[in-house]
């Protein structure tokens, strides 16, 4: 049955950190990779308070907090704050009932309130210095309404079905090992053939529901597949329904996914929080496509019941598992349609690919197309789009033309840190894609969801702007008494902002429908379908057919001061905990500066450095000189640069822009002329739910039409000059100042997909010994193979500058040819014991340049106590005498052999020996399935064992592998067993 009753294309809508390390080369953790809970440290208690202790431990403070009930499952991090400071990133329990963080700021011992937060918020401390601000207002800004309407079904129709292979049908990528769901609906055109292919991923969300009784491992939903009360997943793939449909209904195949056995462990087990398993899940959906539309069988071993699941066997599990959900939909489901693994066969072009993701999925499509990427063959992906995203690792994405949309009154992820996914890849690779953004104002962080919106699902919703407090505030809040002021969309309105912008950009970024093109390219024009939808776009044009004048993200010659101007070269916020190179850009709380709020795994790594401009005077500014071979701009649409008003600025300031040509003749006018929102403060209120949130940083886009300047007999092929001037803004005050970037000529284009193999950059953290007294511990970078260009990251180690492992961050750049670097990291030994084990913190390789972040670019190393452990604690095996990270990575990475000379008889015993150890290093050895041994490397870094063969093997081969607790060095072997002689008893 075909869809054309669904021609209503929206539904009813609009009528932590981590214990697990991530692969082999981040060497692997004592006792499981886990950090030692709090029971076993028996640490000294020295504050504590309701639910919440803080305990001396190796270098600082244990800090935890028992929570009352599970830890809400939401696209932030959750963190501990001290006194209205938050103190880290916390490690969740498995239960989601306790938080914990490990800090070496002594103020912790005396604190009077710990409570839980998030990441994105900030703290009431920062808050309150903020609270003073005036109210500002939204601008009329009578920008271009667009005509083409997204909104408007297509002239096909469509099947609707669902496949289910079981809870644990695939295993996930950097997640502690488990195994996740392989499931999702399908939305094919009924038009035959290959269509283009677009993938839906949600995000971190509630991931189980019903009266049943949970299952203590968090995931599947049930303690036993066939528990009853039934206890169900929820199904947040189905809450983009509006979205898939009008892709549909344009002839595109769109498959949206099930990640919640990912949402369900990420905080516990991932130390990127979930990044690559999700992006994984992605070219896994991928590999299961290729095979249904070639044909071939597709079946999957669903470990959860313990049987094979075919494709048409999923197809009707996913309609049983509708129906089974049905009651939890207040306004009902409708009726799937009968497709079977035949109907698939032909039906997806993946030679055209578009991936979607939502808030944490939004960094799970970054990760998919970053190890796309990678591969030898990668998929054809054309385009992607982070739709209100985390951005936790600071990756860069080449290649690929990129939409990320930010809500402006999101309370989940409300630093909008997706930001960065922009601002860091825009210059990383010189290639030939645009990357726009989208803000939306007046929309939360989970309308975009159906499934994650009060009223149309009835299990874990809510408005994420929905506390209280933030519901009376008079921008964003929802209550009646604030109506008359709030930006606020209704989550109709905001269905369908989402539904245009996201099924638009595919259609323009895959399907070359450029009518499309003003609503990313910056332009500002919003279709007149939305009704007047405040919607703002900024973009940088793909590199072919952009000539960057001057980016203002270092000093340049070009660049001059004009009278009582200053422009100093800035980045990131203040209070880094490693020195910066650059001064801070502002000092306003984390969730008012997305440009500059600081990413979970590399705090410290600079973030998007522009030029700050003050002035004293009208007039004052800055001139920037344009070079000889680019001052024909005769090719070019726009001259563009983007601004903000500097955090000083209380509600607004202006700039008088000029631009001259090689004869003398010039062209000027006001930047709120071209922009009225680029140097006016973003909308608040004087409310203290607004202070520390709202009332944002962020660069708009402002333009300059090359035929205005033309009409106004300007020279367009000889601009010699472009001046900034300031000017008496709204504030009133001739004094001013504003962040300034990325001046430049730039056409209106999409550019050019690439499927192409880049350079992996990673992070090699071996363990080591905590030392006698300060010194250093060493972490390699490297990549996979030498490159041809010079590449760049940026590598941290996760400590803190007084703990046991010290905090360190440093700009590495391989020239062609080079493959490994090593970054000495503080560390604070001393001679003592202590009461626990070990300190564990994460190592990382961010923000990257020239090579793609690899799998193992973020995870862990462990500092062992080696003075002795206290209370009878057990001790970490031996790390060893460690030598040049580099060598031993090389080491790593090449593996060595173990095993015996010649044939071992069944019931004798076998002298298993290996080489290329540490001196000193705790080796474990496993032969079969016997019970693993321990043993200690000789000066030499040699080991050897005697293995006791048993008289009865099953086969003629026993597997034996070795693995160094210090290295991570694997090696393998076998050992050749023949049988035991007649009448012996072994």
Same mark, same amino acid.
Request: glycine share 10%; charged share 15%; hydrophobic share 40%.
């Given at each position: ?32 990779a ?11 208690? @020295? ?18 907090v028992?929570? +009352?009930?599970a ?8 963190t501990?704050? @001290? ?29 009077e ?6 990441s994105?918020?900030?703290t009431?401390a ?22 083409? %309407? ?14 289910a292979?079981?809870?644990q ?7 502690g ?24 991923l ?22 036993? #597949? *066939? ?20 892709l ?16 369900a ?31 071939? $069988? ?28 049905? *009651? ?13 693994? !035949?109907?698939l066969?032909g039906?997806?072009?993946l ?22 990427q ?24 080449p290649?690929? &033309? ?6 402006y ?17 825009r ?9 726009s953004g ?7 962080? %989970? ?5 994650w ?70 332009s ?12 703002r ?12 004048v001057?980016?203002?993200e270092?000093?340049? &010659? ?19 905990t490693?020195p ?26 600079p ?6 401009l003050?002035?004293s ?6 001139a ?8 024909? !701009?005769?090719r ?10 500097d ?22 006018? &006001? ?12 909308p ?18 402002? *333009?300059?039409p ?8 300007? +020279? @367009?092929?000889v601009?010699?000059e472009?001046r ?5 803004g ?20 999409v550019?050019?997909?690439?499927? $192409? ?8 953290a071996?363990?080591?010994d905590?030392g006698d ?10 990549? +996979? ?30 020239? #062609? ?9 503080s ?7 202590s ?9 990382? @390789?961010?923000?990257?340049s ?5 799998? $193992? ?6 500092? $062992?106590?080696? *003075? ?6 057990? &001790? ?68 050897a ?22 290295t991570?060095?694997t ?13 012996s008893?072994?």
């Open positions: 049955m075909g869809n054309s009753a669904r021609r209503v294309i929206v539904p009813a809508a609009t009528a932590v950190l981590s214990s697990a390390l991530l692969a082999a080369l981040i060497v692997p953790s004592p006792a499981g886990a950090p030692a809970p709090p029971e076993e440290l028996a640490a000294a208690e @020295v504050a504590a308070g309701p639910n919440w202790s803080v305990e001396r431990a190796p270098g600082g403070y244990q800090v935890t028992e929570l +009352d009930a830890l809400p499952i939401r696209g932030d991090a959750p501990i704050v @001290v006194d209205g400071e938050p103190i880290g990133l916390a490690t969740e329990s498995g239960d989601g009932r306790s938080l914990t963080v490990f800090t070496a700021d002594a103020a912790v011992a005396e604190a309130t710990v409570v839980p937060g998030w994105s918020e900030s009431t920062a808050a309150g210095a903020a609270e003073a601000s005036p109210a500002t207002e939204v601008p009329a800004a009578g920008l271009e309404q667009l005509a083409a %309407n997204p909104l408007e079904p297509g002239p096909y129709d469509w099947t609707e079905s669902i496949y292979f079981g809870d049908a695939v295993p996930l990528a950097a997640i090992g488990i195994r996740g769901e392989l499931e999702g609906k399908l939305y094919l055109p009924t038009t035959g053939g290959a269509r283009p292919t677009v993938i839906l949600h995000g971190r969300h509630g991931s189980c529901y019903g009266p049943g009784e949970a299952n203590p491992n968090r995931w599947p939903c049930a303690p036993s #597949p *066939d528990a009853q009360p039934a206890r169900l997943s929820i199904p947040s793939y189905l809450g983009y329904d509006g979205t898939a449909r009008a549909a209904s344009h002839g595109y195949a769109v498959v949206s996914i099930s990640a919640n056995a990912v949402n462990n990420d905080n516990q087990l991932a130390a990127d929080q979930g990044a690559q398993a999700r992006g994984q899940l992605i070219l896994d959906t991928l590999t299961m496509l290729d095979r249904a539309t070639r044909g071939r $069988r597709v079946a999957y071993d669903d470990a959860w019941t313990g049987r094979e699941v075919t494709l048409n066997q999923a197809l009707a599990a996913g309609t049983a598992a509708l129906a089974a959900r049905a *009651d939890a939909f207040p306004g009902g489901v409708g009726p799937l349609d009968t497709v079977t693994a !035949a109907d066969r039906r997806f072009d030679s055209s690919i578009g991936l979607m993701g939502h808030s944490r999925g939004g960094e799970g499509v970054t990760s998919a197309a970053v190890l796309n990678a591969l030898e063959q990668p998929w054809a992906i054309e385009s992607i789009l982070p739709l209100a995203p985390v951005d936790f690792g600071r990756m860069t994405v290649d690929v &033309p990129m939409n990320v949309i930010l809500p009154c999101d309370g989940d992820v409300s630093n909008q840190q997706g930001q960065h996914l922009l601002d860091d890849s210059y990383a690779f010189d290639d030939d894609a645009l990357r989208v803000w939306v104002m007046g929309a939360n962080h %989970n309308f975009f969801n159906t499934v919106t009060p009223g149309l699902f009835s299990f874990s919703v809510s408005d994420d702007w929905g506390s209280a407090a933030r519901r009376v505030e008079p921008t964003c809040g929802t209550d009646p008494s604030v109506a008359d002021t709030s930006i606020r969309l209704t989550p109709a309105e905001q269905y369908d902002v989402g539904t245009a912008y996201m099924s638009a950009w595919f259609r323009l970024t895959m399907g070359g429908e450029e009518q499309f093109l003003p609503m990313f390219d910056g500002g024009a919003v279709p007149a379908a939305l009704g007047g939808a405040d919607v776009s900024v973009s940088t044009a793909p590199a072919g057919s952009r000539s960057t001057v980016s203002f270092e000093t340049s &010659p070009l660049v001059t001061t004009v009278g009582g101007s200053t422009a100093t070269v800035c980045a990131s916020l203040s209070g880094r490693v910066p190179s650059l001064p801070p850009c502002a000092s306003t709380p984390s969730a008012v500066a997305p440009h500059w709020t600081p990413a979970s795994n590399g705090g410290n790594v973030a998007t450095p522009l030029t700050r003050t002035w005077a009208p007039g004052d500014g800055l920037v000189a344009v070079p000889a071979a680019q001052r024909d !701009a005769s070019f649409e726009r001259l563009s640069v983007k601004l903000a008003a955090e000083t600025v209380q509600v607004g300031t202006e700039l008088v822009v000029s631009v001259a040509d090689g004869a003398g003749a010039s062209w000027s006018a &006001p930047v709120s002329a071209l922009n009225p929102y680029a140097l006016v403060r973003m608040t209120s004087a409310a203290e739910a607004a202070a520390s949130t709202l009332k944002k940083l962020v660069l708009q886009q402002v *333009d300059v090359i035929a205005d300047l033309a009409a106004a007999g300007l +020279d @367009v092929t601009l010699t472009v900034f001037a300031g000017a008496a709204s504030d009133g005050t001739p004094a001013g100042a504003a962040y300034v970037s990325d001046l430049a000529f730039e056409n209106s284009a550019g050019r997909a690439r499927s $192409r193999t880049w350079r992996t950059i990673d992070v090699y071996p363990n080591t905590e007294g300060p010194g250093t511990t060493e972490v390699a970078v490297y990549l +996979d193979a030498p490159s041809s260009v010079p590449v760049t990251g940026y590598v941290s180690v996760l400590g803190s500058a007084t703990s046991r492992a010290g905090a360190t961050m440093r700009k590495v750049t391989f020239a #062609p040819g080079e493959t490994c670097a090593v970054v000495a990291a560390r604070q030994g001393d001679d003592a014991p009461a626990s084990a070990g300190t564990q913190v994460k190592a990382s @390789v961010v923000n990257t020239g090579a793609v972040m690899g799998r $193992r670019s973020i995870g862990f190393t462990w500092l $062992r106590e080696d *003075d002795g452990v206290l209370d009878g604690a057990a &001790p970490l095996a031996s790390y060893g005498t460690p030598g040049s990270a580099c060598e031993e990575l090389a080491r790593v990475r090449a593996g060595t052999r173990i095993g015996a000379r010649g044939v071992v008889r069944a019931g004798a015993d076998a002298f298993v020996t290996a080489a290329g150890f540490r001196a000193g290093e705790t080796v474990r050895i496993t032969v079969g399935s016997m019970a693993p041994v321990d043993v200690v490397a000789d000066a030499a870094g040699s080991v064992h005697t293995v006791a063969v048993p008289a009865e093997v099953d086969g003629r081969y026993l597997a034996v592998t070795g693995v160094g607790a210090g991570g060095l090696a393998t072997g076998q050992l050749v067993v023949t049988s035991a002689p007649r009448g008893s072994g």
